[in-house]
């Protein structure tokens, strides 16, 4: 447990030289001087942060120095997938503060736009799910141009989900939600972590057949 | 004691080594019961191979001039001075050989070369 | 006792392969492992390491499995690789950060010592450190873990003769505790053959031979006479033969048997690990 949690610190460490990035991106965006939709937060930093966990150590010689730390291979994969959940979770706590503070700003009360929050965790983790073994199979040099498809999906991603978020017939949906919300709720919940735990055994099966 | 090696003179290392701890047990500036350097010590200290110096001390260790006792370290024998006074013998002898050779190659015989020892000899007595 | 046994490994790659490479390497000694660019030293350490999964064969390292996936046996291994795998836009402080709670081991104190000794500014980024300051670094993070065993590959690469002799002094320092072993490749085989025990020598990702080292120096004899004494039955008795104008100079690796078939028709001389180097890997070329 110790080891992940030292790998988790080396992440946050090597993301620090972002940080000025992410608070000028956040401010920027934040509706603070232009009049941005949030679209811009809540649908591109979390995909954001998740491209910069993961590409921080990229280069062969950086899997390199992670294989010779007395860390097991499905180890060093299970604290990728935990420093890239924790920095979504990050992002998406920072885009709610700024989401609040802002309607907070315009109309005196604190509010924050919960299916626009669910529907970005939920796209991002699903993301990161075919991300990682992705990155993981491709290699370091296959990496590179993984990160700029990653980027663009999601760009595009971005627009789809805020789309589907508001323009979908949540009425059907939200009945079938209030009648069964335990259910329904382990069940969304489940099956997410079904697909993160698929992705991590294959990325883990991906890494192990690795040579560096 | 000094340990001076050379790495071009073709001679075995570990020869050299024991050849240069032997001289200085018999010469007596390395007394019955005195320690030697560890051989690990030793193989850093000449920055040489921890085998080649174990290799000096087994062969001195044959010759009955050190003993190793496990976990203490290597000390020049001292139960042995009859053996030692025989190797001290057996080295002058080897010199005097030497000597000989040197004599009859340049037509010096044995009679003219003791005549010349005992004339250095009484000079070195002044 | 062996510190690492290398057993039957096979490993194909485009354009060459190590074929069943085995040899030991004996714990409390140090083991260097020799051969030309390309023999494949890299390839080995990097499988004792688990970075690099065989198609055959196995490895021990200091009795565990040194299976590709597994991670606890490097606890005691203190690794040098042969160029920087560190975060290089860290500073050398920060990298330390990262590193040392892998380790229970650490020794902050014998870090902090070594950087001093070895001139080194704990907030220099390591980007911007030489090729030298880089290798020392990883030295000192190595040793500071205190290591039972110390694999180190390409060393010298990039080090100046000055260092060069501190390093041999370092590990002739680490050596003198007997449960402690070191194994390190090279292809500059002049400064380190002096301390080595232990020699492992690897041609075309075959091994040619592993013995210690003052064995195999009294096994070889290097050979130079008159051009009139060679013939092609005299050629095939040497491991290699260099052939002027004014003489040849061959390498064999029986000297008994090649004293007594010149006798004092040519001069011999004591080979160095490099001329057995030369010759072997000049004979191999020739022979492809």
């Given amino acids: 447990m110790s080891e992940i949690l030292n790998l988790v610190r080396k992440d946050f ?35 954001m942060m998740l491209i910069l966990v993961v590409s921080s150590d990229m280069r062969q010689a950086n899997q390199q120095f992670l294989v010779t730390l007395p860390v097991k291979r499905s180890r060093l994969v299970l604290s990728k997938y935990v420093t890239s959940i924790l920095f979504v979770l990050l992002a998406l706590a920072t885009c709610s503060i700024v989401n609040m503070g802002m309607s907070l700003y315009h109309s005196h009360s604190a509010s924050i736009d919960y299916t626009m929050l669910l529907a970005s965790l939920i796209s991002v983790l699903v993301l990161m799910s075919i991300y990682l073994p992705l990155y993981y199979w491709l290699g370091i040099h296959g990496g590179q141009y993984l990160n700029v498809a990653m980027m663009m999906l999601v760009m595009l991603g971005n627009g789809a989900v805020s789309g589907i978020a508001s323009e979908y017939d949540f009425t059907n949906m939200s009945t079938w939600l209030n009648s069964h919300p335990v259910g329904s709720i382990a069940l969304g919940v489940s099956s997410l972590l079904l697909i993160i735990v698929i992705s991590y055994l294959i990325s883990v099966r991906i890494f192990k057949g690795r040579d560096l | 004691m000094n340990i001076l090696l050379s790495h071009s003179s073709g001679e075995p290392i570990y020869w050299q080594i024991a050849g240069q701890i032997r001289s200085a047990i018999l010469q007596g500036e390395l007394a019955p019961g005195a320690a030697l350097p560890s051989i690990r010590q030793l193989a850093k200290d000449l920055q040489i191979s ?19 006792v496990v976990g203490k370290g290597s000390f020049v024998s001292g139960g042995n001075q009859e053996f030692i006074r025989e190797q001290q013998m057996k080295q002058l002898e080897k010199q005097i050989r030497e000597l000989l050779d040197g004599c009859h190659s340049i037509s010096v015989s044995t009679d003219q070369l003791i005549e010349w020892i005992r004339l250095l000899d009484q000079e070195g007595g002044k | 006792m062996n510190a690492i046994e290398v057993q039957g490994i096979c490993k194909s790659y485009k354009n060459y392969r190590l074929s069943d490479v085995t040899f030991q390497v004996p714990k409390g000694y140090i083991t260097g492992l020799i051969g030309p660019n390309g023999a494949g030293k890299s390839t080995i350490i990097k499988a004792i390491m688990g970075l690099v999964k065989p198609d055959q064969g196995s490895i021990q390292v200091l009795g565990h499995g040194a299976e590709q996936g597994e991670g606890r046996y490097k606890q005691e291994i203190g690794y040098i690789s042969d160029e920087s795998i560190y975060y290089d836009w860290l500073s050398m402080e920060q990298m330390k950060k990262i590193i040392a709670p892998f380790y229970p081991a650490w020794d902050e104190t014998a870090f902090q010592r070594y950087m001093e000794l070895f001139e080194l500014p704990l907030r220099k980024k390591i980007k911007d450190c030489s090729k030298g300051m880089k290798m020392k670094y990883a030295i000192a993070i190595a040793l500071s873990h205190n290591p039972a065993l110390l694999i180190m590959d390409e060393p010298t690469a990039g080090l100046d003769p000055v260092f060069r002799r501190e390093l041999l002094e370092l590990l002739a320092e680490y050596i003198l505790d007997d449960q402690k072993t070191i194994l390190f490749s090279t292809h500059v085989t002049t400064d380190l053959d002096r301390i080595a025990d232990y020699v492992t020598f690897l041609n075309r990702g075959q091994l040619i031979f592993s013995d210690t080292k003052d064995g195999v120096l009294e ?20 491991v290699g033969v260099r052939e002027t104008g004014i003489g040849f100079e061959a390498l064999s690796a029986d000297r008994g048997g090649t004293v007594s078939m010149f006798g004092d028709s040519v001069m011999y001389q004591q080979p160095s690990l490099e001329d057995i180097m030369y010759f072997t890997v000049k004979e191999a070329r020739l022979r492809v």
Avoid: C, H
Avoid at chain 2, 55 to 63: F, G, M, N, T
Avoid at chain 3, 219 to 238: A, S
């Fill in chain 1, 13 to 47: 460490i090597l993301q620090r030289r972002y940080i000025w990035i992410i608070a000028l991106y956040v401010i920027g965006f934040s509706g603070l001087f232009m009049n941005s939709n949030l679209n811009m937060l809540y649908g591109l930093l979390p995909g």
């Fill in chain 2, 50 to 68: 921890v085998i080649t110096t174990k290799r000096a001390y087994d062969e001195l260790e044959k010759e009955g001039l050190i003993d190793s």
């Fill in chain 3, 219 to 238: 096994r070889y004899v290097l050979v130079k006479g008159g051009k009139e004494l060679l013939d092609n039955d005299v050629r095939r008795e040497f």
